[in-house]
């Protein structure tokens, strides 16, 4: 790992808590004043395909109201209509070239739809939000 040299100035009193956290843990004081600086800031997007950084990068200054659109945003009926007509014509036959086009397009932009949902969600969660969990359902009974 490729790591950078920063000077910053904080209070001896929270330097000595760092200090009693290293020890503890033992551990540097710079190993965990980055593992404390890792938790702090945004999700890193460092393992999202590189043609989808930007956008997701960019998300990390919208308001929490845009967000929350974001994360709420469902692929629109008709697109996915397409894309099911297409994975099921590709099931059973070679798809034509402009199919396959299509069919890739339509892959693309649900792939980012769900990468900006999810890290819309991510962000908000990190600025403190509960973030419900989709897989958990309740039950009236």
Do not use: C
Not at 8 to 31: F, N
């Amino acid at each position: 790992m490729i790591s950078a040299t920063h000077t910053i100035h904080i209070s001896e009193t929270l330097y000595q808590r760092l200090s009693r956290q290293a020890r503890a843990g033992d551990k540097t004081v710079d190993e965990v004043a980055e593992q404390m600086l890792e938790r702090v800031l945004p999700p890193s997007v460092g393992n999202v395909p590189e043609r989808w950084r930007d956008d997701l990068e960019q998300m990390q200054a919208m308001d929490d109201e845009t967000l929350w659109r974001i994360a709420q945003t469902d692929f629109p009926a008709e697109l996915m209509e397409q894309y099911e007509d297409l994975l099921e014509a590709n099931a059973k036959r070679d798809l034509l070239p402009s199919e396959r086009l299509q069919l890739n397009m339509l892959r693309d932009e649900a792939d980012l739809l769900m990468l900006r949902r999810g890290y819309a969600s991510l962000l908000l969660h990190w600025r403190g939000y509960n973030i419900p969990n989709p897989y958990d359902v309740t039950s009236d009974e």
